[in-house]
């Protein structure tokens, strides 16, 4: 009797060994060194960086993913550490406080003055397979705006097609963080 007792019970446990899920991995945005400006027309400004909006694809800490125009999906067993509207925001926002184009740069939570808002809307972030072709998709227009008067300053979209080393979640996130790092220093030259 206890042999069976035994025996099922390294039996079960073999059975839970080898239905364990994988382990959830987890991506993050890289923030890439930037040089400080020495001049800027902005040195005496605050600007506020406005919180990511989406205008196609719902954001959220999946990773997203599509085989064509209409087949979408998410990774099950990869994420982004933090909601992608966060991880971009803190990102932009670190990028131009290190810049030192601004006096300061605030979030959207802040009740201070501001001199300027900028504004984001999303329209593509994803990873693109189609066929044997692989990129991090990453689209996004950025709006300046006078936060005293309430006027356009300048608007423009930022588009990046990186191809993937790799068709998995790590290949789409190495891609992403070269399109960002891209995105940064393009958004700091027409920032200028």
Request: aromatic letters at 10%; proline letters at 2%.
């Amino acid at each position: 009797m206890l042999r069976k007792i035994l025996f099922t019970s390294i039996l079960t446990v073999g059975f839970l060994g080898c239905t364990q899920a994988p382990a959830l991995k987890v991506y993050g945005l890289s923030v890439t060194a930037v040089s400080q400006m020495a001049h800027s027309p902005y040195r005496n400004k605050v600007l506020q960086v406005s919180y990511p909006e989406s205008l196609r694809e719902q954001m959220s800490q999946k990773m997203n993913f599509s085989y064509s125009e209409s087949d979408y999906g998410t990774y099950l067993n990869s994420e982004w550490s933090n909601h992608m509207s966060k991880l971009l925001q803190g990102t932009l926002m670190d990028v131009l406080e290190s810049s030192k184009l601004f006096k300061a740069v605030l979030s959207d939570s802040t009740t201070l003055h501001v001199n300027y808002r900028l504004e984001s809307d999303i329209f593509a972030f994803e990873h693109r397979v189609r066929g044997n072709a692989s990129y991090a998709v990453v689209s996004i227009q950025f709006t300046l705006i006078n936060a005293d008067t309430g006027r356009l300053i300048k608007s423009k979209r930022f588009n990046y097609k990186e191809a993937t080393l790799s068709t998995n979640a790590k290949g789409y996130a190495h891609a992403t963080n070269v399109a960002i790092a891209k995105l940064n220093r393009d958004l700091l030259n027409w920032l200028r």
